[in-house]
């Protein structure tokens, strides 16, 4: 089949005229404010395209092992980072944050930008291809480390400790977001489409595989694994979900789930999504960061955390 452009990338906008401000004289360490963390190298690639404007490299501290790409969006100086590759989970990304510090020491805020693993249930109706922020909900702060405890008596499993929060000042701000989109509609299709035409060797890539490859199966029905998609999955296990109106991506605001191993198991993550009461999405980085560097976590979905998951929706 042939493959459609969602209708919003169809005709992209022209992108908006920049603001350069003053003179664009050379900046220093001190002018970067924002700290970007990827922890793939397909998610700094999309951070990269987001920026308004790259600038040049900067020396880096001799302790600091990161390598960065520096830009700016809007009157916003920005650094992004990206865990080494092959090297994920919390302990590398509370290492690369740490590094972040030591070399760019006015970072005022952190954002923890990605993919991550969908909790799709009876409540909340997540598809491939939504977004994901984390903020405080009654029981945990935005994030949780599920896999951090204690096996106490008869294998059962006590979970220890809470994380920080975000900021007041970003909270603050994803309130702003949330109500500027009550009010005009989301502006990611937009950004999407400047992105994109900003960058067209994306478009393979960074384009929704389609309605049609959103695959939610049952939890008890597990993939073959000898065969390398689903191509010969059964459709009648399939569960049968509303069609949506839009093909914009939704937006959710709650919990996310942190912790050093990837769930791939349908039974497994509505276990936990019936013990922590309200995640949304899995991940592996942002439980490493929350104590020493509190971030916004932003996950897009790209998996539903189960048997079925692979890397088309990714980009």
Same mark, same amino acid.
Request: hydrophobic letters at 40%; glycine letters at 8%; proline letters at 6%.
């Given at each position: 089949?042939?493959?459609?452009?969602?209708?919003?990338?169809?005709?992209?906008?022209?992108?908006?005229?920049?603001?350069?401000?003053?003179?664009?004289?050379?900046?220093?360490?001190?002018?970067?404010?924002i700290?970007w963390?990827?922890?793939?190298?397909?998610?700094?690639? =999309? !951070?990269?395209?987001?920026?308004?404007?790259?600038? %040049?490299? #900067?020396p880096?501290?001799?302790?600091?092992? $990161?390598?960065?790409?520096?830009?700016?969006?809007?009157?916003?100086?920005?650094?992004?980072?990206c865990?080494?590759?092959?090297?994920?989970?919390?302990?590398?990304?509370?290492?690369?944050?740490?590094?972040?510090?030591?070399?760019?020491?006015?970072?005022?805020?952190?954002?923890?930008?990605?993919?991550?693993?969908?909790?799709?249930?009876?409540?909340?109706?997540?598809?491939?291809?939504?977004?994901?922020?984390?903020?405080?909900?009654?029981?945990?702060?935005?994030v949780?480390?599920?896999?951090?405890?204690?096996?106490?008596?008869?294998?059962?499993?006590?979970?220890t400790?809470?994380?920080?929060?975000?900021?007041?000042?970003?909270?603050?701000?994803?309130?702003?977001?949330? =109500? !500027?989109?009550?009010?005009?509609?989301?502006?990611? %299709?937009? #950004?999407i489409?400047e992105?994109?035409?900003? $960058?067209?060797?994306?478009?393979e890539?960074?384009?929704?595989?389609?309605?049609?490859?959103?695959?939610l199966?049952?939890s008890?029905y597990?993939?073959?694994?000898a065969e390398?998609?689903?191509?010969?999955?059964?459709?009648?296990?399939?569960?049968?979900?509303?069609?949506?109106?839009?093909?914009?991506?939704?937006?959710?605001?709650?919990?996310?789930?942190?912790?050093?191993?990837?769930?791939?198991?349908?039974?497994t993550?509505?276990?936990?999504?019936a013990?922590?009461?309200?995640?949304?999405?899995?991940?592996?980085?942002?439980?490493?960061?929350?104590d020493?560097f509190?971030?916004?976590v932003?996950?897009?979905?790209?998996?539903?955390?189960?048997?079925?998951k692979n890397?088309?929706?990714?980009?």
């Amino acid at each position: 089949m042939e493959h459609q452009q969602p209708h919003f990338l169809q005709n992209p906008p022209k992108r908006r005229k920049l603001d350069l401000g003053e003179s664009l004289r050379p900046l220093s360490h001190d002018d970067y404010t924002i700290g970007w963390v990827c922890a793939l190298a397909i998610e700094a690639a =999309a !951070a990269m395209a987001m920026l308004d404007q790259i600038h %040049p490299a #900067l020396p880096t501290h001799a302790r600091d092992s $990161n390598s960065y790409t520096l830009g700016s969006i809007g009157r916003h100086n920005i650094v992004i980072a990206c865990l080494p590759a092959g090297i994920y989970g919390t302990t590398s990304a509370a290492t690369v944050a740490s590094n972040m510090f030591i070399s760019f020491g006015s970072i005022h805020h952190l954002v923890m930008v990605g993919i991550g693993g969908g909790v799709p249930s009876a409540s909340v109706d997540i598809w491939l291809g939504d977004v994901v922020v984390s903020i405080p909900t009654p029981c945990c702060e935005g994030v949780v480390q599920y896999d951090y405890g204690k096996a106490i008596r008869k294998g059962h499993f006590e979970r220890t400790g809470t994380l920080n929060k975000p900021s007041t000042a970003l909270l603050t701000a994803v309130n702003n977001v949330r =109500a !500027a989109d009550l009010r005009n509609g989301s502006q990611i %299709p937009v #950004l999407i489409s400047e992105m994109l035409a900003r $960058n067209p060797q994306m478009v393979e890539t960074f384009t929704s595989p389609g309605s049609q490859r959103d695959l939610l199966f049952a939890s008890d029905y597990e993939h073959d694994p000898a065969e390398p998609t689903c191509e010969f999955c059964d459709r009648e296990k399939l569960l049968i979900r509303s069609t949506r109106s839009s093909d914009r991506p939704v937006v959710h605001y709650g919990l996310i789930a942190s912790g050093n191993q990837v769930i791939k198991h349908a039974q497994t993550r509505d276990l936990l999504a019936a013990e922590l009461n309200g995640i949304l999405c899995f991940e592996m980085e942002a439980a490493g960061l929350m104590d020493n560097f509190p971030c916004l976590v932003i996950r897009g979905v790209s998996d539903y955390s189960d048997s079925h998951k692979n890397k088309d929706w990714q980009g």
